[in-house]
C-alpha cells in the first residue's frame, strides 16, 4: 500500500480508538518494540507482555479492550493464554499475529472466536484491517448498550451493523480456511485447480439431477474443501510423482479424516462436513474411511465422488498417462454399481460428456522451482542430473506424441580400472565433474544419468555431438579415461525405457 494512504488509514482509525486498551503479547524484543511503534500510532494505551503468563498477569489485572498476541511464545503458548482468556471472557477481541499456520492450532483459533489470524511477516495494512473490523464491532456493541434503551427503530439498526460485522469475521475466517486450500494446492502442479474443477463438476452434476440452488452450492462449497485435510499429508507423499506404495496410500487416505476434524467443530462448515467426510467412500462399501455403502453415502458425496474421479482420470501424472474425457467415462461406466451409484452416473455422464477439459493441466515441472521440487524424486542425487526414471516419462510420452527426439549415449569407458585404482569416493568426484562439463557444453539438451557411467543427451532437433573434443578434456585424458559415443532418433528406435538402451552397449546392437 502506498506510504500517504497507510498514513491516512492510520489517521482514520486513531479516530475511532479513542479511551481503547490494548494488550500486545510478543516474546521477540525486537520485533515487539517496531510493533508497539506502530500500534501507538493508533492507540493512546497500550500496555505489553513477553509472554503468555505475564500477559494473563496482567489481564486478570486489568481491562483491555483487544489482545493482539503471538503464537510460540515461552512459558505459555498463545492458544493457552486464549484459552485462559475464555474462561473469564467469551466476548474479548483476540485478535493472534504468529508465524504458526499449523493447520490444528488455526481450528482452535477458530472455535475459540478469534477476530483474526495473521501471518508473519507482519503486514501493516493487513493489521490495520482487522483491527479496523474489532474496533468497528466494539464500537458498535458500545454503542447498542448506549441506546438499548431507545427506539425500537434504533435497536434494530445496531443489531443489523453488529450482524454484518460479524458476517465480515465470518468471511475473514472462509478466507483463512480458503487461503489454506491453494496453499495446499500450491504445493504440487497435478493439485492446482483440483478443488475448484471438482466443485465445479459437482455442482453441474447436482443441478442436473434437480437439486435446489441451495443444495447445488452447497455441494460447490464442499468441493472447494473437500481436500483441506491434505495439510497433514507429508510433501514426500503428497508430492511424488510415481505411485504411492501401499504404506503411503494408508497415509494419504488419512486426508479425509483429517478435514473432517478440522472442520466439523465450526458452526459454518457444519453443513457439508458429512459430505468431506464421505467423498471417498464406494458404493459397493469398498471406500474409505468407514466403508459406508449404498444409501449409507451422502447423496452429495456420492455426487462428488464421480466428479473427483473424473478429474483424477483427465488430469496427467508423471508415473501414467491422462485419459481422454471419453475414455474417463467409459471407465466411470463399468464401475458404475460398483464404485459409483448408477442413478448418479446415468446422469453425470451426460455432464462430464460436455467438460472441456483443459489439457495443460498435468505434473509435468513449468518453472525452475517445480523443476527443483522434482530432484527429491526424479535427480540423481550425485550429480544433479535428471535420472532413468524421469528419462522413462520422457520416452513414454514422446511415444505416445510420436515426437522424433534425437538422443545421444555417452559412456565413460576404463572407469571400472580408475574406481579400483583411486577408490569410489574419487570416481564419484570425476563423474559429478563430467557432469558438470555436460551441462556447460550441452545447455539445450535434457541430460539424464541412466547407469553408472553411462549418459543420455535428449534433445527435441538433431544435433551432432563430437566425442573427439569431448575426449581431449583434461578430466579424461590425464585419468587414461575415454568416451564411446552412440546416436539414435526416436521413434524410430525400439526403445520404450531406459532399460532397452542397455542394448545399445554394444555397437552391434544399434543404429548408430
Known amino acids: 500500500m502506498d506510504i500517504e494512504l497507510l498514513k491516512k488509514k492510520v489517521e482514520s482509525l486513531k479516530v475511532k480508538t479513542k479511551e481503547f486498551t490494548i494488550l500486545y503479547v510478543e516474546d521477540e524484543i525486537g520485533l515487539r518494540e517496531k510493533a508497539t511503534l506502530f500500534l501507538s500510532k493508533i ?298 451409484d448408477p442413478k448418479v452416473i446415468e446422469i453425470a455422464l451426460d455432464v462430464l460428456t460436455l467438460i472441456d477439459v483443459d489439457e495443460n493441466v498435468n505434473q509435468e515441472p513449468h518453472s525452475y522451482i517445480e523443476d527443483e521440487r522434482f530432484a527429491y524424486f526424479y535427480k540423481d542425487p550425485l550429480t544433479h542430473l535428471y535420472n532413468h526414471d524421469y528419462l522413462d516419462f520422457i520416452l513414454r510420452k514422446s511415444k505416445e506424441k510420436n515426437e522424433n527426439i534425437c538422443l545421444h549415449l555417452i559412456n565413460i569407458k576404463n572407469f571400472t580400472s580408475y574406481n579400483q585404482q583411486y577408490g569410489w569416493s574419487e570416481g564419484d568426484i570425476l563423474l559429478s565433474q563430467f557432469s558438470s562439463y555436460l551441462e556447460s557444453e550441452f545447455s539445450d539438451f535434457q541430460i539424464f544419468r541412466i547407469f553408472g557411467d553411462d549418459f543420455a543427451l535428449l534433445k527435441a532437433s538433431h544435433q551432432e555431438i563430437d566425442i573427439t573434443h569431448i575426449n581431449t578434456i583434461p578430466l579424461l585424458r590425464q585419468n587414461n579415461l575415454y568416451c564411446e559415443h552412440k546416436h539414435l532418433d526416436l521413434p524410430n528406435e525400439t526403445i520404450n525405457t531406459y532399460k532397452d538402451l542397455q542394448k545399445c552397449s554394444l555397437p552391434e546392437n544399434c543404429n548408430v
Not at 189 to 200: D, K
Not at 301 to 309: C, T
Request: proline fraction near 3%.
Open 43 to 340: 492507540f493512546d494505551h497500550i500496555e505489553t507482555a513477553a509472554n503468555g503468563v505475564e500477559a494473563l498477569d496482567k489481564y486478570l489485572h486489568n481491562a483491555y479492550d483487544i489482545v493482539l498476541t503471538d503464537m510460540l511464545m515461552p512459558k505459555m503458548n498463545g492458544l493457552e493464554l486464549i484459552k485462559n482468556i475464555r474462561l473469564h471472557s467469551e466476548k474479548q477481541e483476540i485478535i493472534v499475529l504468529s508465524a504458526d499456520t499449523d493447520s490444528e492450532i488455526l481450528s482452535q483459533c477458530i472455535q475459540l472466536g478469534v477476530t483474526g489470524y495473521l501471518i508473519k511477516p507482519i503486514d501493516f495494512n493487513q493489521v490495520l484491517t482487522v483491527l479496523e473490523l474489532s474496533i468497528d464491532k466494539l464500537n458498535a456493541f458500545r454503542e447498542n448498550e448506549m441506546y438499548k434503551s431507545q427506539l425500537e427503530t434504533m435497536v434494530n439498526e445496531r443489531t443489523e451493523k453488529v450482524r454484518l460485522l460479524q458476517d465480515q469475521q465470518v468471511s475473514n475466517y472462509d478466507h483463512v480456511i480458503r487461503s489454506l486450500v491453494k496453499m495446499i494446492e500450491g504445493r504440487d502442479t497435478y493439485t492446482g485447480g483440483h478443488s475448484e474443477r471438482v466443485a465445479l463438476y459437482s455442482q453441474k452434476i447436482a443441478e442436473a439431477m434437480g437439486c435446489t440452488q441451495e443444495e447445488s452450492e452447497l455441494i460447490y462449497q464442499a468441493g472447494i474443501l473437500h481436500d483441506i485435510g491434505k495439510i497433514i499429508t507429508p510433501d514426500a507423499i503428497l508430492l511424488k510423482p510415481g505411485k504411492l506404495t501401499n504404506n503411503e496410500y494408508s497415509l494419504i487416505k488419512n486426508h479425509v479424516t483429517a478435514g473432517y476434524e478440522i472442520l466439523s467443530e465450526v458452526p459454518m462448515y457444519s453443513k457439508f462436513v458429512d459430505i468431506i467426510y464421505a467423498h471417498h467412500e464406494h458404493y459397493d462399501g469398498s471406500g474409505y474411511p468407514r466403508f459406508l455403502k449404498g444409501e449409507e453415502i451422502p447423496m452429495p458425496a456420492r455426487i462428488m465422488a464421480v466428479a473427483d474421479a473424473f478429474d483424477a482420470m483427465t488430469t496427467g501424472r508423471i508415473y501414467k498417462s491422462k485419459k481422454t474425457g471419453s475414455e474417463a467415462i467409459a471407465e466411470l461406466r463399468e464401475l458404475s454399481g460398483i464404485w459409483y
